[in-house]
């Protein structure tokens, strides 16, 4: 948690110096600018498989809502990962700590009040402090100091910035994000949720996605799934990776897994533009969409009429 603090305040900091927001990212480092919505229609994902029997899931944080919609589908034990430690305090801490306050109108609102650029800083902090008596003690001390730190170091510069806006990005006004989360369909399932919640067990693990079998190993699960990391899997396999990479991979990930275990191996942004098909459906991969054995199936974009995107699916069965 301290390093998280040091690093969260680096981020402020250099932001606040220059009076200006920045990405300040770097592809799988432990400690960056995040994503606060999912770009992903998890909603369409989830509805695909039938999750009745399914009892536990392990899924990227990212920005939670992976998490969240599984406990919507009735799966109560979740582990969740991610390379980037600030997930975690966006995910279990605030995120968390909102939905537990907040009703679903309230939830919305607040939610727009926080992607406004222009929100002061002492209205920003307030809201934060307040959710602050409603988190785990870890994300309390995380929260309240940066909520400190960054409106002293606004007041000595005489700046205005969002600091959720400087924590992560993708910060938008919620409308666009409704239809692609199951929990924020309407207040029926906001409330549903809100009570699953506050029953589910959910974990939290630093880890490369690409090491699951070895972080996780020694559990099994229902539902894996990696949203679009698979993307970045050139950081460790080199450009150009191929095939045997990707089955050797799946494969692994069927160790920590149970007979009949969906794995969402990976989410396609803009799978099909225009009617025309991506071939390469993996950055700096050479894998063409048509050695993939998977059935890719698509996935409606509620952002684009144009666009369509995509999800390989997998099945796991277990050789007795």
Not at 54 to 81: C, E, M, P, R
Not at 139 to 146: A, D, K, N, Q, S
Not at 177 to 183: I, K, R, V
Not at 214 to 237: C, E
């Amino acid at each position: 948690m301290i390093r998280a603090i040091i690093y969260a305040k680096k981020i402020i900091e250099r932001q606040v110096k220059k009076n200006d927001y920045e990405m300040i990212s770097e592809d799988f480092s432990k400690y960056q600018k995040g994503f606060y919505w999912t770009n992903e229609n998890i909603d369409h994902c989830l509805g695909m498989v039938n999750l009745k029997e399914k009892n536990n899931a392990l899924a990227v944080a990212s920005t939670g809502d992976h998490a969240f919609n599984l406990i919507a589908n009735g799966i109560n034990d979740i582990d969740t990962f991610d390379i980037n430690r600030l997930t975690e305090f966006l995910v279990l801490g605030l995120k968390r700590a909102m939905i537990e306050v907040y009703n679903y109108y309230e939830f919305l609102a607040m939610q727009n009040l926080l992607a406004d650029p222009a929100v002061s800083l002492e209205q920003l902090t307030d809201i934060i402090m307040s959710l602050t008596y409603h988190m785990d003690t870890k994300y309390r001390i995380f929260w309240r100091e940066i909520a400190d730190y960054n409106y002293k170091i606004q007041k000595k510069y005489g700046t205005n910035l969002n600091l959720i806006h400087m924590l992560y990005i993708n910060v938008f006004a919620l409308s666009c994000h409704l239809n692609n989360n199951t929990y924020l369909y309407d207040e029926y399932f906001y409330e549903d949720f809100r009570n699953k919640l506050g029953k589910a067990n959910i974990t939290f693990k630093g880890a490369d996605a690409l090491d699951l079998a070895t972080s996780f190993k020694g559990r099994k699960y229902d539902v894996i799934m990696l949203s679009n990391i698979l993307d970045y899997a050139n950081t460790r396999w080199g450009n150009g990776w191929g095939i045997n990479e990707l089955e050797a991979y799946i494969k692994s990930l069927e160790g920590i897994s149970n007979e009949d275990a969906v794995l969402f191996i990976k989410y396609i942004l803009s799978y099909i533009n225009s009617g025309v098909v991506k071939k390469h459906i993996f950055h700096d991969s050479s894998i063409v969409s048509d050695e993939i054995t998977d059935k890719i199936y698509s996935v409606p974009k509620h952002s684009s009429s144009r666009e369509i995107d995509g999800i390989i699916l997998r099945r796991v069965k277990i050789d007795k």
